[in-house]
């Protein structure tokens, strides 16, 4: 394998990774902003009050993008799969 292909196939991956990890780890941090605001204007010093949110939104998130995840995944590892195994036949 060329040094050129690897590395086009380590930047896709890592493309791949932000992109489907983005949406999801960009609602909880919203969550937990709009949480440690909350918890500021009402002086609340309880940290257990914080993780039950961003765990269902986390939770709630992936079951909705799950399909666009899949598909996402799917396009990157196909054309992949295609080029790196040996051709049958």
């Given at each position: ?63 909705l ?25």
């Open positions: 394998m060329e040094p050129n292909v690897a590395i086009e196939y380590a930047r896709t991956t890592l493309l791949t990774a932000l992109t489907v990890a983005a949406p999801l780890l960009a609602s909880v941090l919203v969550i937990a902003l709009i949480l440690a605001i909350l918890q500021t204007v009402l002086n609340l010093q309880e940290q257990t009050l914080t993780i039950v949110p961003k765990v269902v939104t986390a939770i709630l998130m992936t079951v993008l799950a399909p666009w995840m899949l598909q996402a995944l799917m396009e990157f590892t196909l054309p992949l799969l295609r080029d790196v195994l040996p051709q049958r036949g």
